[in-house]
Structures are given as structure tokens and as C-alpha cells.
């Protein structure tokens, strides 16, 4: 089945620093999210991105399709960004929509 | 107010016992999946469901169950035949069909001692 990379697994960033988070996939995809996950579980969904860029306030995405990676961007980052991030696809052929899940990568934003 | 519920937010259970966790979800999605989280894990799909009465194993679904009898419910029962229960359980839903963005409810904690 398709494999999901994420990378780095961990990364510690001063307040207002910038970041760039790397998901690669090993098949072409349907589908691929970008998730924050908060201390307390919740997953929010900061973009669908299948392929082309998209901005939102200060994260923004990326996804090359034909090269199989996504790079998310978090700019001046605050502390409220900590969490982890996850990148799930859903391959081309996968079964009706269920997503495959990156390990995550943990960001912790110091004041 | 739209959105996914999941109750109960923290589960606790004997080894043994099944018990069943809830999702519920107005949000009019034919769509709806179960998925496990584990400590310093991704997520992996247990079951899921694409239209009422009618469901999918996903890749870790031995020693779970689900049902499906109406649009905005799937409850999803963790039996004793499953091996490692103590897990992060977090229900998802899409509108279906070609586009599959899914949203997540706030999970429950199960712990089995």
C-alpha cells in the first residue's frame, strides 16, 4: 500500500520563527490533508491540497503531485502552533476514500 | 450548530467487558470512519461506511464492530477480543463520493486495565 512520510519528526522553534514540514508519498493520490493536532486530541483540518498551493493567514501549502511531496509553511510562528501535524492521502485506487496517515511531525513553539 | 460528537470523551473498562463508543454527526455526510491513534502514532483505519446498513473492514479491524442503521450514526464496539484496547478512538466523516475531505470528531480515550 502507498507509504507516508513526514519530516522532521520533531522540530523546536523560537516565537515568530518561520518552518517548513515535509510529507512524501510513494503513489499518486486522490486526496491529501494537512491536520493539527492540539494537546487535547482534536484534529483540525487546515487544508485539503491534493495538488497546487493554498494560503491561509500564516500557514500556507504545497503539493507537487507529479514529484509525490507536500511542504506545509508556518510563518512567525506562535506558541499557540505546538501540536503535531499530520499529512494523510488517500492513494489513486485506495478504498473509497479511507486516508493513510503520516507518523506526524511534533512542533513545539518556546515564548 | 454542525459538527461530529464523540461520548464519551474518557472511557475506562475491565479486560473483558466490550464496550461501545458513540459518533454521532449533523453535518449531512454520507461518509463516516473509525480510526485508532496510539502513543506517538499516525492514525490507522478500523472500520468504515460510504452509505446506511452498509460498511468496510479497515486495516485493523479484527476484534472491533460497527453499525450502521442510520445517516448520522456509527457506533463502533470495542470487543473482548481485541487485543490492545487502550487506544485514542477518533471518528471521522466526508461528504462522499469524489471528493473525501474528512472531519474529526474530538475522540475518546479507552483505557482497559
Known amino acids: 500500500g502507498i507509504q507516508v512520510e513526514q519530516s522532521p519528526p520533531d522540530l523546536i522553534l523560537q516565537e515568530g520563527a518561520n518552518s517548513t514540514l515535509r510529507c512524501n508519498f510513494s503513489d499518486s493520490v486522490n486526496n491529501l490533508q494537512w491536520f493539527h493536532q492540539n494537546p487535547w486530541g482534536q484534529l483540525i483540518n487546515l487544508f485539503y491540497?491534493?495538488?497546487g498551493t493554498k494560503q491561509n493567514g500564516r500557514l500556507s501549502a504545497t503539493t507537487v503531485a507529479t514529484e509525490r511531496y507536500s511542504l506545509l509553511y508556518i510563518s512567525s510562528s506562535q506558541t499557540t502552533d505546538s501540536g503535531v501535524y499530520f499529512c494523510a492521502v488517500d492513494a489513486n485506487g485506495g478504498s473509497q476514500g479511507n486516508l493513510i496517515f503520516g507518523k506526524g511531525t511534533k512542533l513545539s513553539v518556546k515564548p | 450548530d454542525g459538527g461530529i460528537t464523540q461520548s464519551p470523551k474518557y472511557l475506562f473498562r475491565k479486560e473483558g467487558q466490550n464496550v461501545t463508543l458513540s459518533c454521532e454527526q449533523n453535518l449531512n455526510h454520507d461518509a463516516m470512519y473509525w480510526y485508532r491513534q496510539d502513543p506517538g502514532q499516525g492514525l490507522r483505519l478500523i472500520y468504515y461506511?460510504?452509505?446506511?446498513?452498509?460498511?468496510q473492514k479497515g486495516d485493523i479491524a479484527e476484534g472491533y464492530s460497527v453499525s450502521r442503521e442510520k445517516k448520522e450514526s456509527f457506533p463502533l464496539t470495542v470487543t473482548s477480543a481485541q487485543k490492545n484496547p487502550t487506544a485514542f478512538y477518533l471518528c471521522?466523516?466526508?461528504?462522499?463520493?469524489?471528493?473525501?475531505?474528512?472531519?474529526f470528531g474530538p475522540g475518546t480515550r479507552l483505557t482497559v486495565t
Open positions: 491540497i491534493p495538488s
Open positions: 471521522a466523516s466526508s461528504i462522499g463520493g469524489t471528493r473525501h475531505e474528512q472531519y
Open positions: 461506511s460510504q452509505i446506511v446498513n452498509d460498511f
